[in-house]
Each structure stands twice: as C-alpha cells, then as structure tokens.
Nanobody, 120 residues
Framework: HVQLVESGGGSVQAGGSLTLSCTTS????????MAWFIETPGKEREGVAS???????HYTDSVKGRFTISQDNAKNTLYLQMDSLKPEDTAEYYC???????????????WGQGTQVTVS
C-alpha cells in the first residue's frame, strides 16, 4: 500500500526559503518517478519539479535556479528545497509518484494530501 505524506509548508516572506518533505512508504525508489505539483484557486494542477526513475531532474521554467528536487533513499523521503521565494509561489504543494520512468503529467497514481505554502 503506497502512501505519500507531505510536510514543511507554511508562511514565509518573499526572498525566504522553505523545504518541503514527502515521506513515502510501500515501494522502492528505484522503480518510481516522483514529482512536486502546485495547485492554486481557479487553475489546473501543474508540475514544478520532477525526478525520473533514473534520477534525472526536471523543473518548470518559473522555478529553475530557485527550487531543487532531491530524494534520500535511506529515509524514503522526497524533498523540494525552495529558495528566493516569490508571492507567485503561493500554492498548495503536492507530491506524487508512479511506476513510470517520467512523472511529467498529472495522471499519476499516488498523491499526497498537500501542504500549503504562502509567500507574502
């Protein structure tokens, strides 16, 4: 039974940093891709960063150079380090995973419950 649990959201001033965590259980990292998505009112859920099953990382243009996705296999945890935060980064952040090589769409099987990030 695969479970994903996000943590680390909160409120921060513009220019600040936050680190989101996604603790996983029920599978091994080597067979999964993982990703972080955001959702804001009135907009479709969209991806911001993903990590392929081979470890290759991808970022949407708006977060390149500011966000870093990584995973710690020993701790079964996916991270999103967010630096130089902007008010437009305010959103509900979700981690997701699937038995695929790439996690670049929202049509993924496993999702966390979300964690709110507010930048003012």
């Amino acid at each position: 039974h695969v479970q994903l649990v996000e943590s680390g959201g909160g409120s921060v001033q513009a220019g600040g940093s936050l680190t989101l965590s996604c603790t996983t259980s029920g599978y091994t990292y080597s067979s999964y891709c993982m990703a972080w998505f955001i959702e804001t009112p009135g907009k479709e859920r969209e991806g911001v960063a993903s990590i392929d099953s081979d470890g290759t990382t991808h970022y949407t243009d708006s977060v390149k150079g500011r966000f870093t996705i990584s995973q710690d296999n020993a701790k079964n945890t996916l991270y999103l380090q967010m630096d130089s935060l902007k008010p437009e980064d305010t959103a509900e952040y979700y981690c997701a995973a699937d038995f695929l090589q790439y996690c670049t769409t929202t049509r993924l099987t496993y999702w966390g419950q979300g964690t709110q990030v507010t930048v003012s």
